[in-house]
Structures are given as C-alpha cells and as structure tokens.
C-alpha cells in the first residue's frame, strides 16, 4: 500500500513549456486534490475531483487543467508555464467515514519556472 | 465564507517547554477540524481532528480543544521536543469536499 505517489519530485521548466504532473493513489478514494504551497500563503486548492469523471475549480486554478483518468489517477496539467507557477505542488485524496473526511498527502513536486 | 487564521511563526522553543500555536477560524454550520504536520521535505500527515464542540483531539502528546464559542482549535503540548520541530497547519471541511488550511506555523525545537 504506497499510499499517494507523486512524480517527479523535482522539475525545472522555461516559461512557456508544458508539463503534467502526476498523481496515483491506491487506496480506493473518490476524492482527489491539487494543492499548491507557497510561503506564507499555506496550501491553496487548484481543482478536485469528488468523483471518477468529475471535476471542479477551486480557489487558484488558472492556468492549469486537470484530467481524472480513472479511480487511481488525477493529473495536473500546466499548459504554459509562468514564474508564478514556482511552487510545490501537493496532491491529495480522501477516505470519508461517517462525518469524518481525512486527507492522505502525496510527497510533493516542487517545481520552478524560470 | 470559510477561513483559518494561524498564528503568525516561526516559533523557537528549547527542548521540554509549553507549546502553544493558536488558530482561530470562521464557518458556516459546524465544521470538522484538523491539525497537519508538516516535516521537511515532506507532505503532510493528519496529527489530530475534532468533529464536534467542545471535542478534543489528541495523538502523540498534541491536543486541541474545538471551542464553538470561541470559534478556536488552539494547538497545545506540555513538553516539547526536537523531533517536533515541523510546520503546523490547522484546517477545517463543511462539506467534507473542500478544505481550507491555515498559513502554516514553524516550530524549531533547540536542545
């Protein structure tokens, strides 16, 4: 049981290059998160998927697109990167239990633009 | 809306002080709330939760206390150590789908 795997762990990108970032979890969740950390901003939700096939925009989520490809796997895609987008991406997924949702973390990507 | 508002860091303690790292939120309804830790290089791991008020979470000496009245979860442990030194996060869900973090506190634990 792997848990949350993220790939890579580090990227470094030129402006305007393109990239997906990968995120697998074995656990059996519906729900799955981008998050983005940045200092002294905490983490900010870029979209989530509460379900296989669906998708929905969270606080932050210009300049990115998301795919859910199937139970296991959500993907971050960004399509031209910018400075801005330096930072360290988290996914995330969650088991519900009665009124109690916990949020299992992905290790990290963090990523440069320059 | 929703909101957690952290105590600003970083926080410097010698070995077996008090801790105490406050977080206030606002929320619609009766939210469930969370502590994560956060250690270097790594993501975060739940520390402990509370779903109801007046609740209290607690897991490897850490506790908080959720207080409705005060709309606080206040982060609390007697005697710190160095393998605490980490970044704290206190969080709240409504709806179980979107969760809202804090700014994260730092805590640097000297010998």
């Known amino acids: 049981n792997a848990g949350v795997t993220q790939t890579p762990k580090f990227q470094v990108l030129k402006t305007g290059q393109s990239m997906t970032l990968q995120c697998a979890q074995d656990?059996?969740?519906?729900?799955m998160y981008w998050y983005r950390q940045d200092p002294g901003m905490g983490l900010r939700l870029i979209y989530y998927s509460a379900s296989e096939g669906t998708t929905d925009k969270g606080e932050v989520p210009n300049g990115y697109n998301v795919s859910r490809l199937n139970k296991r796997e959500f993907s971050l895609r960004l399509e031209s990167a910018a400075p801005s987008q330096t930072s360290v991406y988290f996914c995330?997924?969650?088991?519900?239990?009665?009124?109690?949702?916990?949020?299992?973390f992905g290790p990290g990507t963090r990523l440069t633009v320059l | 809306g929703n909101s957690v508002t952290q105590m600003e860091g970083p926080v410097t303690l010698s070995e077996e002080a008090f801790l105490t790292i406050n977080c206030t939120y606002t929320?619609?309804?009766?939210?469930?709330l969370f502590w994560y830790v956060q250690y270097p290089g790594e993501g975060l791991q739940l520390l402990l939760k509370?779903?109801?008020?007046?609740d209290k979470g607690s897991n490897k000496g850490f506790e908080a206390t959720y207080r409705k009245e005060t709309t606080s979860f206040h982060l609390e442990k007697g005697s710190v150590q160095v393998s605490d030194s980490a970044v704290y996060f206190c969080a709240l869900t409504n709806t179980g789908n979107q969760f809202y973090f804090g700014t994260g506190t730092s805590l640097t634990v000297i010998p």
């Open positions: 929320a619609t309804g009766y939210p469930s």
């Open positions: 509370a779903t109801k008020a007046d």
């Open positions: 995330a997924s969650i088991v519900t239990s009665g009124k109690y949702n916990e949020q299992f």
């Open positions: 656990m059996n969740h519906n729900s």
